[in-house]
């Protein structure tokens, strides 16, 4: 069983930059892809950055594009999404998902969240 933990989470103003984490704990860190996602209250959750251990492939979803990197440090079996200037459009709150597959909505694994606020 993997638990993520999410953190990072604020509030910054637009144009600022976040960094958020999530330590995976209780699994065998690098047989699982990782990726972020958010959700805004009223909307659907999106896809934000995926990276596969398997060739080391990453993929952003339009959206961010350009302002968000996704990155990951092994030995601490954490994975960063690093958020530059940051609209008032990327609030939300931000997921950390695992799967052993693809990186999707039915991904097997999920964190709690942690609240990002861009204030205009």
């Known amino acids: 069983q993997v638990q993520l933990a999410e953190s990072g989470g604020g509030l910054v103003q637009a144009g600022g930059s976040l960094r958020l984490s999530c330590a995976a704990s209780?699994?065998?860190?690098?047989?699982?892809?990782m990726g972020w996602f958010r959700q805004a209250p009223g909307k659907e959750r999106e896809f934000v950055a995926a990276?596969?251990?398997?060739?080391?492939?990453?993929y952003y979803g339009d959206s961010v594009k350009g302002r968000f990197t996704i990155s990951s440090d092994n030995g601490k079996n954490t994975v960063y999404l690093q958020m530059n200037s940051l609209k008032p459009e990327d609030t939300a709150t931000y997921y950390c998902?695992?799967?052993?597959?693809?990186?999707?909505?039915?991904?097997?694994?999920w964190g709690q969240g942690t609240q990002v606020t861009v204030s205009s």
């Open positions: 209780g699994g065998i860190y690098r047989m699982y892809n």
């Open positions: 990276i596969y251990w398997s060739g080391g492939s990453i």
């Open positions: 998902a695992a799967d052993r597959n693809g990186i999707g909505l039915q991904s097997d694994y």
